[in-house]
């Protein structure tokens, strides 16, 4: 039963009810060995937290900042802050030092938690440039301070400044003083089309948010929730206070590279992710399946079908799967898929919520047949996350992100962009008068940028309207849905498609060099560096074939013609990507001109 508690008491109303039942499994920093965190222990760090953070003069409403991956500290200094009213300010682990600079000072940042050696680094050397930042608390106790930096403490020595809860008659006064209406996060959203702005979350909105989808995310106390996604990032960061609301277990998975074997040593019900994990799901279990002999490839290939008309042709539909088709699919579904689901870690797969990027339908469609239920969705910084979303107890479509939560109004603009109202939307963005005036009309909708349409109760997008590309012909070209169709490709690892003034599509790709290396060598293909592997016209002629195949379905005005391959990955120190890893396309733009500007001679 979910306990929708204002954030700054939920962990000890939590606590209250399960006691010395574990709230965590967790490695601390260069561990091995999981381990294990009450409620009980939890709650009791967290107002250690809340004493010490008083000690420190951190007031009410003030902005705090949490620069590191995911670990138990994380959660023990967001929800300290939230015991005083404070503030937390979030910045992603791979933050540049300039990002760093540019939200301590536009935040105002006083007080700066982070995570190991590489953020510590950062932040020390910013410290000169940001004339508000005093401290920096480090949360790995191996990481080395600076001699010459005298203002910096490790984690636990600033807890020891609460150990005793010496302030805690302030901290429970603060508690009584708690309002829906104070300022709970301030994130700072990754700038694909420009300067990085803060969009102000409150604790309003995060109680509407557990509502609405405590009525449609079937998330228990019995599950067990793997934490993937940086805590940053509103996708994670909301699914993970609304599994805390409901007691169920987070497993917090601090080195994000390590995530499939984490996932196979603590065996999660549930994970949030975006579809490039998936993807990579998908591709690892074809290459599989594509290495095995004949009659295993075979028996796979017919469980997989049955997996698809028992998921997609009946279940997704809400139709009873016909009684021999249900047996079918319960033998197989024991005997085949679930050894797939097995090496995946995911013997007790409950349900898995999808976002962040478009899906491509074939990997859903995958996903589904082999047992494992994706729950596509939604949603912004902007709107505390879910917007929308598949529910298990309702039909959906495959290319949907399901259907809109409880409490929030969708309304479709006449140039097809969608248009949000509700208790979970953003009052607006951080000390940006202007943005604000431009984000939200008179009616109080929040304009998304993205293009979209309703049908049947489901919403479909379609493409960001600013990322729309026009040919030099006149045609409108979604290149995240070109990428989304091509990326399921076993040899592409990322794509970037061109076409914005263009004569025709063409395409940057990154490929995936193992398998590449792999079918060089099996065709006798012999190149001295990656380069060389690249622009091999075999190479290239191979992958061109490749993607001629999936594209199909797409218009001749949207297909690619032209490719060219990258001997290395597009980066966030080069400013190609955000955080979230999404493609800043007007850097790719200018970082690649000349070969771009090549396949069009």
């Known amino acids: 039963m979910q306990n929708n508690q204002h954030l700054s008491i939920l962990v000890h109303e939590q606590a209250k009810k399960y006691g010395s039942r574990p709230?965590?499994?967790?490695?601390?920093?260069?561990?091995?060995?999981?381990?294990?965190?009450?409620?009980s222990q939890f709650s009791l760090r967290v107002k250690q937290v809340s004493n010490a953070m008083l000690m420190l003069g951190i007031k009410p409403q003030e902005n705090v900042g949490v620069f590191s991956q995911n670990c138990v500290q994380y959660h023990y200094t967001d929800f300290g802050a939230y015991g005083i009213r404070a503030v937390t300010v979030p910045f992603y682990a791979t933050s540049s030092e300039q990002q760093i600079q540019y939200v301590v000072n536009d935040a105002h940042i006083r007080f700066l938690f982070v995570g190991e050696q590489d953020q510590y680094d950062k932040a020390h050397r910013v410290i000169g440039l940001c004339p508000t930042l005093e401290r920096i608390i480090v949360f790995d106790s191996s990481v080395r301070i600076s001699k010459h930096d005298p203002n910096s403490l490790y984690f636990e020595d600033f807890v020891a400044m609460g150990e005793k809860l010496p302030r805690q008659g302030e901290v429970e006064q603060l508690w009584e003083q708690r309002s829906f209406d104070d300022v709970c996060n301030i994130l700072y959203t990754s700038g694909t089309t420009g300067e990085s702005k803060g969009v102000v979350l409150t604790y309003g909105q995060y109680h509407a948010a557990m509502i609405a989808n405590g009525k449609c995310v079937p998330v228990g106390e019995k599950d067990r929730v793997m934490e993937f996604l940086p805590i940053t990032h509103i996708f994670e960061r909301g699914w993970g206070y609304l599994c805390l609301t409901v007691g169920a277990q987070l497993i917090v998975n601090t080195y994000p590279q390590e995530i499939q074997q984490s996932m196979r040593e603590t065996h999660p019900t549930c994970m949030s992710a975006v579809p490039r994990f998936w993807e990579k799901v998908y591709m690892g279990v074809k290459e599989k399946i594509e290495n095995s002999g004949a009659v295993q490839q075979k028996l796979f290939d017919h469980a997989l079908e049955v997996g698809r008309r028992y998921n997609i042709e009946y279940r997704a539909k809400g139709k009873r799967p016909p009684l021999a088709l249900a047996l079918e699919y319960k033998m197989l579904n024991s005997s085949v898929l679930s050894l797939v689901r097995k090496q995946l870690g995911l013997e007790n797969a409950h349900f898995f919520p999808t976002a962040g990027a478009t899906v491509s339908p074939?990997?859903?469609?995958?996903?589904?047949?082999?047992?494992?239920?994706?729950?596509?969705?939604?949603?912004?910084?902007?709107?505390l996350a879910t917007v929308s979303c598949d529910h298990m107890d309702e039909p959906y479509t495959v290319g949907s992100v399901g259907r809109p939560v409880e409490g929030i109004q969708v309304k479709i603009?006449?140039?097809?962009?969608?248009?949000?109202?509700?208790p979970t939307i953003t009052r607006g963005y951080y000390n940006r008068d202007e943005a604000n005036k431009q984000a939200f009309d008179s009616e109080g909708f929040f304009h998304t940028g993205d293009a979209g349409y309703l049908r049947d109760g489901e919403l479909f997008l379609t493409e960001r309207i600013k990322d729309l590309f026009k040919t030099s012909n006149g045609k409108y070209i979604a290149p995240q849905m070109i990428e989304a169709?091509?990326?399921?490709?076993?040899?592409?690892?990322?794509?970037?498609i061109v076409a914005n003034e263009r004569k025709f599509v063409s395409a940057l790709i990154v490929p995936e060099f193992r398998l590449l290396e792999e079918y060089a060598k099996e065709h006798e293909i012999e190149y001295a560096s990656r380069e060389e592997l690249c622009a091999n016209e075999q190479i290239s002629a191979m992958m061109l074939d490749r993607i001629t195949t999936l594209q199909q379905s797409l218009a001749y005005y949207e297909q690619v013609k032209r490719i060219t391959l990258l001997p290395h990955h597009?980066?966030?120190?080069?400013?190609?990507?955000?955080?979230?890893?999404?493609?800043?396309?007007?850097?790719?733009?200018?970082?690649?001109?000349?070969?771009?500007?090549?396949?069009?001679?």
Do not use: P
């Open 413 to 422: 603009s006449e140039d097809g962009e969608i248009l949000l109202k509700g």
């Open 362 to 383: 074939e990997v859903e469609e995958f996903i589904h047949s082999i047992g494992i239920f994706m729950m596509v969705g939604y949603g912004l910084t902007e709107s």
């Open 570 to 601: 597009f980066t966030m120190e080069n400013g190609e990507l955000t955080n979230t890893l999404k493609i800043k396309r007007a850097a790719i733009a200018k970082n690649y001109k000349e070969l771009i500007d090549k396949m069009y001679e």
């Open 485 to 496: 169709m091509l990326l399921v490709d076993k040899f592409i690892d990322q794509i970037s």
């Open 23 to 39: 709230v965590f499994t967790f490695r601390m920093f260069g561990s091995l060995k999981w381990k294990e965190l009450s409620w």
